[in-house]
């Protein structure tokens, strides 16, 4: 059914352009505050978040410029974790290497070395493989007779396939125990009596002693770069 206004038009309301006081009327009518454009701002169109209340507060505020400015910083966890990385490997993992180096080559043998002094005496049991070292292996080659408790010469022999090398290393087995006598050219104050080395497990032990070392390098270099990211 069609509305007539009251001046008795045939035409409907709806569809008809009203003045903007008219608006305002209808709006306050239907409980609507009418918006009204400041001073300066009439005849603009609200655009982005202003004509979207559902839009605002998503948008950073000073728009793209101020994220192009921000530039991505480090966090501290990332340079911990860089100067505890570059310790392990600097420091825990040579060790292991080296501890599991000794142990393959000495076969897990929990006899540690004793110095000898200037006597150059030594208690040793019959049938443990044991061997002359200077500290340091590759000090020079060792020029040392052993002799039992009798007074008679025990043979002794350097690392196999490595004759004539300036290797400080003599292994040897005693054949009875008691006190045995060790003469060296240079003095036996600086030669330890310790475990034979496993001769056919040198190479892998030598392996992991060069894994140790390269693990020490890789590892200085994170420290130093951790330290001064810090």
């Known amino acids: 059914m069609t509305q007539h206004d009251p001046a ?12 903007p006081e008219e ?10 505050e009418p918006h009204r454009p400041d ?11 202003e004509a979207d209340p559902y839009l605002r507060g998503s948008a950073p505020r000073g728009g793209a410029g101020a994220l192009a400015g921000r530039r991505p910083t480090s966090r501290p966890g990332r340079r911990r974790g860089l100067l505890v990385t570059g310790l392990v490997l600097l420091v825990v993992l040579p060790l292991a290497l080296s501890a599991a180096a000794l142990g393959v080559s000495l076969d897990g043998s929990s006899t540690s070395g004793a110095a000898l002094g200037e006597n150059g005496l030594v ?37 196999e396939g490595m004759e004539g090398a300036e ?32 001769e056919e497990r ?18 200085l270099v994170l420290t130093v770069l951790g330290l001064l990211r810090r």
């Open 8 to 19: 008795g038009a045939d035409e409907p309301r709806y569809g008809q352009r009203v003045s």
């Open 23 to 32: 608006l305002e009327e209808i709006l306050r009518e239907q409980g609507i």
């Open 39 to 49: 001073d300066g701002q009439e005849g603009t169109a609200p655009t982005g978040a």
């Open 123 to 159: 208690y040793l049991e019959a049938g443990q493989p044991r061997a002359l070292y200077r500290a340091g292996l590759a000090a020079g080659s060792l020029d040392c007779t052993v002799t039992d408790p009798a007074g008679t010469p025990v043979e002794t022999h350097g690392l």
């Open 167 to 198: 290797v400080s290393y003599l292994s040897f087995v005693p054949s009875t125990s008691g006190t045995y006598t060790v003469t060296c050219a240079g003095g036996t104050s600086d030669i330890v009596v310790g475990p034979a080395l496993k």
């Open 202 to 219: 040198v190479l892998v032990s030598g392996m992991l002693l060069l894994t140790a070392l390269a693990s020490g390098a890789a590892g």
